[in-house]
């Protein structure tokens, strides 16, 4: 990059800035031509409006006292020659304004450590406005930073949609689950010695499962939760299975499957049924950050909480970003397509393909071929340039797990069909294997380096239990003061009712009213009492657990 500095250039029309021979601003109207480019925006409210090097911030103060309060500002510079001339020359009256945040990342990939989830949670589309010649710079960066708000934008309204439909159910898990944690293994535990094949239960694993059964006995399989009745079928054992899913849909993936001697990572907010018949010994947990909650701030400064992953959605996802922190040797993915050909979602032995094929017969149609075609379909350009049929949900994930691959190197994908991974092809798992006994050749270390252990241990029966009822005096405050507001609604019963949700807000998970609405408070009352009964039930079963011999 060069290394000429910006010179700031006085006119009769204001300061302008010129930079590598070229004027970054008209040489000599700058304010009037940047005002005139931003007077014509039309920004919605709750919009996210991107400017594209801010510089001196012509034109943004007639363009901030248009816009309404909903509005938030992001004043991006990706030319860090031009950073400091923003921060000198920048009006305090911009600068102090509540809707503004100022990001000035090294590189576009480093945006996302600057700029926090709330504002894209709080906005509902992004613009991006180029008021300066600072845009030119770096163009395409720009608009792949308009692109990334984009996703990350509809991300958090799907995560927020998702939380009022499955808030309430979550953290009813999350108290199942916490009786469960000082019998269970921690992470950590999980050291896999041989190279990691990281299995999906997407159709391409059929034609894999020969070779991945002929050479079992050389891999570490760590398997999504849907796999495990295909896997079975061709007598196929993981060493580790991984389950997110908060609902009891995915309990038939396990049918058959008890007293299996495979690891068992699950969610933290899953479904506990899945664990209950576990050998604790062959139980660990992980957290994923779905949803925020003092209550989970309050686990983790007690040190309760499970090791923690961001919002990944798919199972797959999950379980490729667990075996990165798992093992530092080669990764294989199999069978993780996110498309799917008609009539098929799954691999054959998926229990949802089982269930719709057994209900089929001469009188009642089968339903899978319907039911693909029944999602809103996009034909898009697979990993061999091919084209697939996937859909909208199935994109966000693939567009994850491509991100994480292309942080971690390393990873391999083997199969045949589905969307791109960003993972390095092979033809094989023995093509695979062939790459990770180069590496450890190569880096002269074992053919499979596990991670390297951490001394964590699980959290104890006394240290949940003490966590547990102070939590219950927390929601016990919060039902008895929603009681009240319900009686009596007051400015000092409404306010009493705020300061203790604002400690037990996951009580108001889920509730299709806004907590501070004056009709909501009968129904809070009512969500307390419910967690009321999980936690009882939760310190019921942490006081049979035997104490941790030392």
């Known amino acids: 990059m060069n290394d000429e500095s910006p010179s700031v250039v006085d006119t009769t029309d204001g300061l302008t800035i010129v930079f590598r021979g070229r004027n970054l601003y008209h040489p000599t109207t700058p304010q009037q031509s940047a005002c005139a480019r931003t007077e014509s925006v039309e920004v919605p409210d709750f919009t996210l409006v991107i400017v594209a090097s801010p510089l001196l911030g012509h034109g943004l103060l007639p363009l901030l006292r248009r816009c309404g309060d909903a509005c938030r500002f992001l004043l991006l510079e990706l030319e860090p020659a031009l950073v400091e001339v923003t921060r000198r020359h920048m009006p305090r009256e911009i600068l102090d304004d509540p809707r503004v945040t100022i990001a000035t990342p090294d590189t576009p990939n480093q945006l996302e450590h600057e700029v926090s989830r709330a504002l894209f949670a709080h906005c509902r589309r992004a613009t ?26 509809r991300r958090a309204w799907q995560n927020r949609l998702t939380t009022m439909h499955m808030g309430r159910l979550w953290f009813r898990n999350l108290f199942d689950n916490l009786s469960l944690l000082p019998t269970a293994q921690p992470l950590s535990a999980v050291t896999p010695d041989r190279p990691v094949v990281v299995v999906g239960a997407g159709p ?12 079992r006995t050389s891999l570490f399989v760590l398997a999504v939760d849907t796999a495990v009745p295909v896997l079975r079928s061709a007598a196929i054992q993981p060493d580790a299975v991984v389950a997110v899913e908060a609902q009891h849909a995915n309990l038939g993936d396990f049918i058959g499957s008890h007293g299996s001697s495979f690891h068992r990572i699950v969610d933290v907010f899953s479904f506990p049924g899945v664990t209950r018949q576990t050998k604790p010994d062959r139980l660990s947990y992980f957290t994923s950050r779905a949803v925020e909650s003092r209550l989970l701030d309050r686990l983790r400064t007690e040190k309760i ?15 490729v970003a667990l075996a990165t922190d798992l093992t530092t040797s080669p990764i294989a993915l199999v069978g993780l397509d996110f498309a799917y050909p008609d009539g098929k ?6 229990p949802w393909m089982i269930r719709e094929l057994v209900r089929t017969d001469r009188l009642r149609r089968g339903e899978i071929y319907g039911a693909c075609l029944a999602r809103p379909r996009i034909t898009v350009p ?13 994109l966000s994930y693939a567009e994850q797990l491509r991100a994480l691959c292309a942080q971690r190197p390393g990873i391999f994908d083997v199969s ?3 969307l791109p991974t960003g993972a390095q092809r092979v033809s094989g798992i023995n093509a695979f294997l062939t790459h990770a006994v180069r590496e450890a050749e190569f880096t002269n270390q074992v053919s499979a380096a596990p991670r390297a252990a951490e001394t964590v241990r699980a ?27 319900a009686a009596e609604l007051t400015p ?14 996951y009580v108001a998970c889920g509730l299709p009213i806004a907590p501070d609405a004056p009709e909501a408070a009968r129904p809070i009352a009512a969500a307390a009492g419910f967690f009321l009964v999980r936690i009882d039930r939760a310190l019921a079963r942490l006081a049979t657990v035997s104490p941790r011999r030392s």
């Open 128 to 153: 991006l406005i180029r008021p300066t010649g600072g845009y030119a710079l770096h163009a395409r960066h720009y608009h792949r930073v308009l692109e990334w708000s984009q996703d990350e934008i």
């Open 204 to 215: 391409s694993l059929e034609a894999l499962l020969p070779s991945l059964r002929e050479l």
């Open 305 to 319: 909480l499970p090791p923690e992953l961001p919002p990944l959605g798919s199972v797959g996802v999950v379980a």
């Open 345 to 350: 979602s799954h691999a054959r032995g998926a």
């Open 382 to 394: 697979g990993k061999t340039g091919a084209l697939c049929k996937s859909d909208i949900v199935l």
């Open 416 to 418: 045949p069909e589905g």
């Open 459 to 485: 959290p104890s029966a006394e240290q949940i239990s003490l966590f547990l009822k102070r939590e219950r005096e927390l929601v016990d405050a919060t039902r008895k003061a929603a009681l009240s507001a």
């Open 492 to 505: 000092i019963t409404q306010r009493a009712l705020e300061r203790t949700l604002s400690e037990t807000d």
